[in-house]
């Protein structure tokens, strides 16, 4: 029977083989068009250097510190000598392939002396870094200081004043926890920043379905209001600017739906089933008004603004502490009528809010039949809100779209909610 020890060890040596032969692919083939022996660097010796360092790393108990000291400087030296020469002939000052060989033979030794799982997962995030590189630098060359400054904010205030804040209700209703909003407000702004950037990189490429989709995750009533324009100004027909629309809708109703039940699980049951209703009918009629359209390249979502401008931010926390407390006491004084009626009001101001506010009533104690129709009713004033918006902003053929799709989708999920 095998040594359970010597099979331990192949496989640490295989992993760090593995490390350097994935990271030797993507160099090898970004190379490989160079003539044989004028890189430094490809496959077959990032596979040899990974495995050089689980095999440097399995001689320390053998040899000592030293040995290993002496065997990783001595590779280095080596390897950033044969770099440079490699550079100098290329009249090329990247530092990134030294820097990846030198990380292969730390990702060997370590997947020897560690964990495989994390050197393997390392070795994985290496090699997607260097085979992204176009895509990387396109999508940097699209972010404007603007935004670098607006998300750079609003990280070190998270990593500075998050820590700080207190962990406890400061208010008499016990609904405004100040660590608790802050971390809310940057989860809701960070998946919106991502958004955000993402439909910034696709530029003026992206289709009009594209830039809708991309755009609601931002702000779907801008991507409606947006799109208003495009159709009065006869860039795009009534029809097709519709159909983005009601993408736009499907997007919002379903991120509606993930940030109410991520802060508060025990809503998915009350909420899958109509917010599933009317996120698929704003989708078939999406898909039904746009057969037959044309519209132009660029994508329905030029008018938004970076979500994680720190006023946005800041205004944003502030609403949401606003309808926190006013909702916890709406819900004390009035009841659940009067609650579900402020949903419906703050819904018409950011359905967003309105959603992770009444999830936090929910953590809170309020029951989630009665959360889950105060999100619903949020949804619901929120997407004839975006109608209204449709007839100022496109006219009445565009507007009239939006409001008969949206009038199905009510229907269907006023359906779904009341079968189940």
Known sequence: MPDPIVLDLLQRLGVALAIGFLVGVERGWRHRDAADGSRAAGLRTHALIGLFGGLAALLRPLAGEWSFA???????????????????ADKDISVTGTIAGLMVFALGAYAVLGDMRIAAAAGVAITIL???????HVWLDRLTWPEIRSALMILAATAIALP????????????????????????VAGASFAAYVAVRALGQRAGLMIGAAGGALVSSTLVTAELGRRARAGETSPRAAAAAANLAATVS???????????APPLLAPLWAPLLAAGGAFLALSAAASRGQTSSASGGSDGLKSPFELWSVLKFAALLGAITVAGQFIAAVAGESGLLAFAAAAGLADVDAAAVA??????AGLQPAVGAHAVLLAVLSNSFAKVGI????????????CLASTMIAALAGIAAFLIT
């Open 358 to 363: 009444s999830s936090g009533l929910v953590n």
């Open 390 to 401: 449709a007839f100022f902003s496109g006219g009445a053929r565009y507007g009239s779209f």
């Open 253 to 263: 109703v379903a991120r509606v739906g993930v940030l109410a039940c991520v802060f």
């Open 164 to 187: 700080l804040l207190p962990d406890q209700a400061i208010d008499p209703w016990g609904a405004i926890n100040p660590r608790t909003l802050w971390l809310l407000t940057i989860l």
């Open 70 to 88: 002496a065997l990783t400087i001595c590779f280095s030296a080596a390897f950033v000598a044969f770099k440079l020469r490699e550079s100098d």
């Open 130 to 136: 260097l085979a992204f590189k176009q895509a990387l």
